[in-house]
């Protein structure tokens, strides 16, 4: 039985709190100093709240499961549109307000924005991203019957044969089964050169990049794609290997696939009875807006004093490549090996291949005519004491070859730098009294903690945010395999950080 997530009114639970755990160590061993952190663990303990008022299920994309709408593309990084109804009544955010997403993803906080009838902007990146909120913003404008007709016209019929080959990159080469994608793009072809209407040929293209993990030979998994060991490209990695005298790999064998036909069918469906429910629900007038482009360049030209609350989870400070996981559908959306490589570069510094945005932003501000204040942001995070700690800190681990790729401590750096950018950015375009809430996840590097959570908070905080809460969820993860059989496991923090503009 779906959930009605949009628009129900249902009461919600009453928070329990529990037992925070403050930290009483972050260097394994004690290599490194450690002293600003625990200073920084003293000076927050009071605003922790352990709590099961969000969960795990909640601040992920799990919470949104079998949801209406927010079910329709499988974004793993997104949090739950529970989570997002919680912070706005917690916010006290009303219609008439405006909240900001500057990580927008699948865009959790536009659409329970919308569904409560206040607007919201969000600032992406990515393709899909945008895709996405396209599609499912038109969700009271479909008309289901040129829907139903469609899918019985898919039902009734077979793919023929396509007229352009798939727009690969060399990442993504050999994902599908060839006749898998050859009725893929006969079906993008066909969209395309159809007369269905402007936004049923947007939701057609949702609906064939929401299929595409689903008929190919990958799955995401952690930071890349798995491949199964049927992928042509695996195959020919295994002769090469065996050419060398070395064992063929593994691979993971997915099990039987769908076809794009038997796929699109089914995801349809779904979309089509979601929206006959959703198109029942009546909603105020309010606007949501999606701008692309980095939050780094876009927020520092948005008018200042507008925002009642900020609903966001940036990318974590843990090499995850959203332009490794998202390579098919970037892929499939055309934005070739020189566009993609542009959208990893434009993220936020959170993996290795990541080159420092110092100068870039520099040059931003300068445009804007905004040198001194790019000058003070910068001088904000590079004078925080944890700051400086923590790049010694892994400085050290790296010299004691304990952390095994340098580009850890540029992105730490770069991560924390470009933070408090759109942390400056946030206060200046958030009216007085506005909440924000961060998600975020601790970390942990060649043994050094990085307590995540406190060190934006203090950040924040130098920069004239009052810091309010930081709530702890009550599962806290143990570190990658790695790092647990060098250091030992440790639970790191899972934590909803909230700060108000005083
Ligand atoms: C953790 S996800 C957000 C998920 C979102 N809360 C949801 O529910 O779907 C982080 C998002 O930030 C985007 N992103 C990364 N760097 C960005 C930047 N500099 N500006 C805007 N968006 C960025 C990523 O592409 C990703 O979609």
């Known amino acids: 039985m779906k959930q009605l997530p949009l628009f129900n009114d249902d009461q919600l639970t009453p928070f329990s709190s529990g037992q925070a755990v403050v930290r009483d160590s972050f260097s394994h061993d004690g ?3 450690e002293t600003a952190r625990l200073a920084l663990e003293e000076r927050y303990r009071d605003l922790f709240e352990e709590t099961d008022k969000f969960d795990r299920r909640t601040v992920s994309f799990q919470g949104n499961k079998g949801q209406l709408l927010h079910s329709w593309i499988k974004y793993r990084e997104g949090f739950s549109a529970e ?22 993803g699948s865009g959790t ?11 919201a902007v969000g600032v992406e990146i990515l393709p899909n991203c945008h895709l996405t909120w396209r599609a499912k913003s038109h969700v009271f404008n479909y008309d289901v019957a040129e829907l139903r007709d469609i899918y019985q016209q898919i039902k009734l019929s077979e793919p023929g044969k396509a007229s352009r080959s798939f727009p690969h990159l060399v990442i993504t080469q050999t994902a599908f089964p ?4 050859s009725a893929l793009m006969y079906y993008t072809d066909w969209v395309e ?11 057609l293209r949702l609906l064939l990049t929401s299929i595409l993990e689903e008929v190919s030979y990958t799955r995401k998994d952690g930071q890349y794609l798995r ?21 063929p790999i593994k691979g993971m064998h997915k099990g039987d696939l769908p076809t794009v036909k038997e796929a699109l069918l089914a995801a349809m469906f779904t979309v089509i009875e979601d929206i006959e429910i959703i198109q029942q629900q009546q909603v105020t007038g309010s606007s949501q807006q999606l701008l692309q482009g980095s939050s780094l360049k876009v927020l520092p030209t948005l008018e200042a004093d507008q925002f009642a609350g900020v609903i966001t989870s940036p990318p974590y400070c843990n090499r995850y490549d959203y332009t490794r996981t998202y390579a098919l559908e970037i892929a499939y959306l055309g934005a070739g090996e020189e566009g993609i490589r542009k959208l990893r570069q434009e993220q936020l510094s959170c993996t290795v291949e990541h080159n420092s945005k110092v100068d870039e932003l520099r040059a931003h501000y300068r445009s804007l005519g905004q040198s001194e204040r790019f000058e003070h942001i910068l001088q904000t995070v590079l004078s925080n004491p944890v700051f400086k700690e923590i790049n010694e800190a892994l400085q050290i681990r790296w010299e004691r070859g304990e952390i095994n790729n340098r580009g850890i401590l540029p992105m730490v750096e770069g991560y924390f730098i470009e933070l408090t950018f759109v942390f400056a950015e946030i206060l200046r375009t958030a009216r007085c009294d506005a909440r924000i809430a961060f998600v975020n996840d601790n970390v942990r590097y060649g043994g050094e903690i990085i307590p995540v959570d406190l060190l934006t908070t203090s950040i924040a905080e130098d920069l004239g945010f009052s810091p309010e809460k930081v709530y702890i969820l009550p599962q806290r993860k143990g570190n990658s395999s790695q790092q647990m059989g060098r250091f030992g496991r440790e639970a790191l923090r899972k934590s909803i950080t909230i700060w108000k503009k005083p």
């Open 31 to 33: 290599v490194a100093d």
């Open 83 to 104: 989570l997002v109804d919680r912070l706005i009544d917690e916010f006290d955010i009303k219609p008439c307000d405006t909240l900001l997403e500057p990580f927008n």
């Open 109 to 119: 906080t536009l659409l329970v924005a919308k569904s409560r009838g206040i607007s």
């Open 178 to 181: 060839e006749e898998e994608e």
């Open 193 to 203: 050169q159809s007369d269905f209407s402007g936004s049923t040929k947007i939701l």
């Open 227 to 247: 491949w199964d060991r049927r992928a042509e490209k695996v195959q020919a990695r295994n002769r090469k290997r065996e050419e060398n005298g070395k064992l």
